[in-house]
């Protein structure tokens, strides 16, 4: 199907979805934009029986044709759901620079925290309270890269699916258990009972990063950029655990001390 009018009813929802959370909770579904991560998206959904749930894919004539390998996996969803748009529609709906033409609707990935959907002794990541779109994408991208087993929203994280934070998960989040659980003390208390610790991350009074065992059930708990961690929600945590600063800085991006705790959890923790 060609779709050449802004008034398009799917085009108008297209461009309601790429700019209102509230719309993206009542339809459930969400924006995916850019060539490699469209390719993947539509890939993963193809190879993996519907694991990503690709709702449509919205390009332009001149990104069927720049995308090696866009065409051959295009083929395997339903006419019903694929859609030519104008170059003017593209960089119309698009909030990038450099819009590349591409777009993939799909619906929610994420999965309400629950003991029985963790996995018992498994590697995690917790996120309490972070606001920046760019560093979630960074720090989901980072989870599926060492393999581990989930990342959960607690608190009033940014939305996870906020273009910028789509973007910066460059085509990963299909492929990492995301959780929201918006109780802190309720998240604690789950990853408890599945006999996985949880190792606050602060910035400094914790046990040294490369001292702390990360051995077994373990879950690094980031919390927001400006303020870290409560007081309150590091006490109900476990552990804590510190990276030692040389230098000249106190402190790191949050993304980048995920990526930091992640590693080590990963590579020292069994």
């Known amino acids: 199907m060609v779709i050449t009018s802004k ?23 969400f924006v995916i934009e850019g060539l490699r991560g469209c390719v993947d998206a539509v890939r993963d959904d193809v190879e993996h029986d519907g694991l990503l749930k690709v709702d449509g894919v919205y390009y332009t004539e001149n990104a069927f044709d720049s995308a090696e390998g866009f065409g051959e996996v295009l083929e395997k969803i339903p006419d019903s759901r694929r859609f030519v748009i104008t170059r003017e529609i593209a960089d119309r709906i698009s909030d990038t620079d450099s819009c590349q033409g591409v777009f993939v609707t799909a619906k929610r990935l994420d999965k309400a925290l629950s003991a029985d959907g963790l996995k018992a002794g498994g590697k995690y990541l917790v996120l309490d309270e972070l606001q920046d779109p760019g560093n979630l994408g960074t720090m989901i991208r980072t989870a599926d890269a060492v393999g581990l087993d989930g990342v959960v929203l607690s608190g009033n994280c940014v939305d996870l699916y906020n273009p910028k934070t789509v973007r910066s998960a460059v085509g990963s989040m299909p492929r990492v258990d995301i959780f929201v659980e918006k109780d802190f003390e309720a998240v604690t208390e789950m990853l408890g009972k599945k006999g996985i610790r949880t190792a606050a991350a602060v910035i400094d009074g914790g046990t040294e990063i490369k001292q702390f065992d990360f051995g077994g059930g373990c879950a690094v708990v980031i919390g927001n950029e400006g303020r870290g961690l409560s007081q309150e929600h590091v006490e109900m945590c476990s552990d804590r655990v510190t990276i030692k600063m040389y230098g000249h800085i106190d402190s790191l991006n949050a993304a980048t001390a995920a990526t930091i705790f992640l590693w080590e959890m990963t590579r020292r923790g069994d």
């Not at 108008?12 to 959370?21: D, E, G, N």
């Open 7 to 29: 008034d398009n009813p799917k085009i108008k929802q297209l461009a309601k979805l790429y700019v209102s959370r509230k719309y993206r909770r009542e339809t459930g579904l």
